[in-house]
């Protein structure tokens, strides 16, 4: 199957400062990826929704200032924590689909923590 | 609306059948996946079937829909312990670049020997 391939897969940091995750599809071009957020336990959260080439849309209740979202490529997608705290510790795991399908690939997720 | 349901937990035996029930709201779903996560990982595709699919086997995986019910199963057939993870249905709306797909809760599948 396609591989979605995301960086880094575990990040600790101290509290303040920005954390960068990037989302590739290695193998297929998506023009929509996603960024979801997992508490422990429990299901995913879908946070925002990246179109290449323009603005993402987040869910409500995320703070779009919060969680940049940039979609530059076809191929690419990076979601920044940005001043992050504690709260923000979590397992982020980013999605793609295919331009031309429906099948959604998973990324093998990152896990933040927040000192 | 949208949502997905199923059970939480399942617990079988090394070697016989598990199956992993779904039930969904929306009878538009247009796609319905299986996707298994294993501790620390992320989601890994296991098989989809098309709404207008009664059935679907791959290997030791057999989904089953029922639309009439809004149904979905998954099962795995000998059972291995290779297989305990969280076992997530999930459906996806008509397509559309802004379409989602709908997770259930997820069912933590455990082998006993």
């Known amino acids: 199957g396609a591989v979605v391939s995301q960086h880094p897969s575990w990040v600790i940091c101290k509290s303040g400062t920005s954390v960068k995750i990037e989302c590739r599809s290695l193998d297929f071009q998506a023009t929509t990826m996603f960024w979801y957020r997992q508490f422990p336990k429990q299901s995913l959260m879908l946070m925002a929704t990246s179109n290449e080439g323009s603005k993402a849309t987040y869910e409500q209740g995320v703070e779009k200032d919060k969680f940049l979202i940039n979609h530059a490529s076809l191929t690419l997608s990076t979601l920044t924590v940005t001043s992050a705290h504690p709260e923000d510790s979590s397992f982020y795991i980013c999605?793609?689909?295919?331009?031309?399908?429906?099948?959604?690939?998973f990324g093998a997720g990152t896990r933040l923590s927040v000192l | 609306g949208e949502d997905v349901e199923q059970s939480l937990f399942l617990s079988v035996r090394e070697g016989d059948s598990s199956v992993i029930n779904c039930t969904y709201t929306d009878s538009s779903s247009t796609y319905l996946y299986w996707y298994k996560q294993e501790p620390g990982a992320g989601l890994q595709l296991l098989t989809y079937?098309?709404?207008?699919?009664d059935m679907k086997q791959d290997q030791r995986l057999t989904v089953l829909l029922n639309k009439k019910d809004k149904h979905l199963s998954l099962r795995i057939a000998d059972t291995q312990t290779g297989d305990s993870a969280i076992y997530f249905c999930?459906?996806?709306?008509?397509?559309?670049?802004?379409?989602?797909?709908?997770f259930g809760s997820g069912t933590r599948l455990s082998i006993r020997p």
């Open positions: 079937i098309f709404s207008n699919m």
């Open positions: 999605s793609a689909r295919e331009t031309r399908g429906t099948l959604q690939y």
């Open positions: 999930a459906e996806i709306l008509p397509y559309s670049s802004a379409s989602k797909i709908i």
